[in-house]
């Protein structure tokens, strides 16, 4: 099996160019099953998930193809299944956002049932609650979702907690209902927002994207556009704690920081240079970082996804930091990893009080859930000697190319096996 390997204490200095964003590709590529035509979409990153929710589509008779020139060309027309199939949606929950474009665009859909995952149990229960009230029936059996509708219809959605992949959801399955749809304490994120956007360009009635309340007038047909994907904050996030764990200078290309204010805030607290110049962000480390608290939210809150991360710098402050999880209920496996590595950590119920230490130690470690193994490899980058680590196919689920990114920047990392 492969395996990461990192000889720990280089400085990292010069030049990222930032990938498209994960989370945004994933429902973007999904929403192609609501329209017909082809689309075409640029600064689709090469990633495992990206490649799932590829597979997912074929499988639904969408045609998917990665052009010459990096674009993603993507026509539904063949469109002729129902199935998103338990051997695909295990390796990827995020293949349920065909839920809701297949029940509006074909009347059924038979997706398999999501099961936990490493970072919590992350029900489905709001994505169907909501779908029944837009006038579908669902039915559970066998480890499958049973949706149909003739035509949907519009409705007032309330969601209790702002989820991302059901607002989402919920958003592609309006546009084609009849009448208006409203949803209420909707996901504000920037992927959410980035998704409406697409559907508009397609033709959808949608207001109120990129805010907690959405209303979405249906429509007969979308059609097919074209579009360049965001770039991955986490992505970006990701890279400026490395240049903070390694006193290191950074330049990040194809980079925006208007949706990563939280993040950014947080690592100027603690004492990293970061300055914008249009796409481009310069990220400076030094050798004095200061310990801050931290609580993850949803948008605009601290991100859940760069918990692990910041958790590593805090790890080598001189201080005392108290990072808190609210989004997930079991999102710090990290923990003993790191621990494994010489870090001084204590979990009490959904907080990490995490007392800096001199030196990390390199270590082999597992990866667990994928920003757990972006963790691994932060604190590899920091540590005193070798660290090994294993399970990287999580990393490859959402970081394109990061050991090749970061050996260009003076890492020294390779994948071994
Ligand atoms: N929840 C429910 N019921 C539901 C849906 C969610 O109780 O029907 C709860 C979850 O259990 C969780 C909270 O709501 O406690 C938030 O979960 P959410 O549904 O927002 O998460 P998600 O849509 O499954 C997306 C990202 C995650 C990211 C979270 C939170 C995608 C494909 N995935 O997941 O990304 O952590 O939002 O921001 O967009 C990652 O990239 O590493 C990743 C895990």
């Given at each position: ?11 990292l200095i010069g030049d990222v160019t ?248 947080k690592l100027r607290e603690a004492g990293l240079e ?144």
């Open positions: 099996m492969e395996k990461i390997v990192i000889e720990g204490g280089a400085r930032i990938s498209g964003s994960k989370n945004s590709a994933l429902p973007v590529l999904a929403a192609t099953i609501l329209c017909q035509g082809p689309n075409s979409f640029h600064n689709v990153p090469k990633l495992r998930d990206v490649a799932t929710i590829q597979r997912v589509l074929e499988n639904l008779g969408v045609q998917v193809t990665r052009e010459t020139d990096g674009s993603v060309r993507v026509d539904s027309s063949g469109l002729s299944g129902n199935e998103a199939p338990y051997d695909l949606v295990k390796t990827m929950r995020a293949s349920v956002l065909v839920l809701g474009p297949l029940l509006a665009r074909r009347g059924k859909a038979i997706v398999s049932l999501p099961g936990g995952c490493a970072i919590g149990a992350r029900p489905v229960n709001l994505h169907l609650r909501g779908l029944e009230i837009l006038g579908a029936r669902i039915e559970l059996k066998h480890g499958y979702i049973y949706a149909k509708a003739d035509r949907l219809k519009g409705g007032h959605i309330y969601l209790d907690v702002p989820t991302v992949t059901g607002t989402e959801n919920l958003m592609m399955a309006a546009t084609l209902a009849r009448g208006t749809t409203v949803i209420e304490n909707a996901a504000q994120e920037p992927e959410v927002a980035e998704l409406g956007t697409v559907l508009k360009k397609m033709g959808a009635k949608i207001s109120g994207e990129g805010t907690s309340l959405l209303q979405i007038e249906g429509v007969e047909t979308l059609h097919g556009v074209e579009h360049s994907i965001m770039p991955d904050r986490i992505e970006v996030g990701t890279f400026m704690v490395a240049a903070g764990l390694t006193q290191g200078n950074l330049r990040l290309f194809n980079c925006s920081l208007s949706s990563l204010e939280a993040v950014v805030n970061v300055y914008p110049d249009g796409e481009v962000v310069r990220v400076i480390g030094n050798n004095r970082v200061r310990s801050v608290d931290v609580k993850t939210l949803p948008y605009p809150g601290f991100p859940t996804d760069m918990q692990a991360q910041i958790m590593v710098l805090m790890c080598l402050t001189r201080g005392l930091s108290v990072i808190s999880e609210t989004v997930f209920e079991n999102r710090f496996i990290h923990v003993s990893e790191l621990r494994r590595m010489g870090a001084d950590i204590k979990i009490e119920s959904n907080s990490a009080i995490v007392t800096g230490v001199r030196q990390l130690s390199g270590a082999q470690v597992m990866a667990t859930d994928l920003r757990a193994s972006a963790s691994l490899v932060l604190a590899g980058l920091a540590a005193n000697g070798r660290t090994e680590i294993s399970r990287v196919y999580h990393l490859d689920r959402g970081y394109e190319n990061l050991e090749g990114k970061l050996s260009r920047i003076g890492a020294r990392i390779r994948r071994v096996g």
